[in-house]
């Protein structure tokens, strides 16, 4: 079986890398998307329609074209990774979770056990709570046996 696995959340560690490492080095037949995690690209992604008057109007524009994107990955995956870090609020993950939520996507949420109380439902929803990218190789390993 093949297997479309997006990666949402955090971009300031190589928790990514991890993963696909893992799975290369399981054998496993998986493609791996993505956002952009070049944070100053991403920051520009709307920049291209003109100068907006204020920093909250530049955003709000490199967001909806940053949607495109992260939507139709989200929805062509057959699962989802929402990583939360533990520097920063990725606030765009837990949005993803919430998409895949609404889609009945499948999605594992990758967090240590210090945020367990502000992901709870979060959590709730995932099909699973790994605290290691080695779990979420198990997982994968698991879910595309023979």
């Known amino acids: ?3 479309t696995v997006y990666l949402s959340g955090e971009i300031h ?4 890398e991890e993963i696909k490492q893992g ?24 920049d291209m329609l003109g100068v907006p008057e204020s920093g909250f109007w530049r955003d709000h524009q490199s967001s909806r074209v940053n949607a495109i994107r992260t939507r139709t990955l989200i929805e ?13 609020k990725q606030w765009n993950a837990a949005f993803d979770a919430g ?12 967090h240590g056990e210090d945020i367990v109380h502000p992901l709870k439902e ?10 290691t990218t080695d779990q979420v190789v198990e997982i994968l390993r698991y879910v595309l046996r023979d």
Do not use: E
Request: proline share 2%; aromatic share 12%; with cysteine.
């Open 99 to 110: 998409y895949c939520s609404a889609l009945g996507k499948p999605y594992v949420t990758l």
């Open 76 to 88: 062509q995956s057959d699962l989802v990774v929402v990583r939360f870090g533990d520097k920063y």
């Open 23 to 46: 799975a290369r080095d399981a054998g496993l037949d998986v493609v791996f998307t993505q956002a952009v995690t070049d944070h100053d690209a991403s920051d520009a992604a709307g």
């Open 13 to 16: 560690t190589d928790w990514r």
């Open 1 to 3: 079986m093949s297997f």
């Open 122 to 131: 979060v959590d709730a929803d995932a099909q699973a709570w790994a605290t």
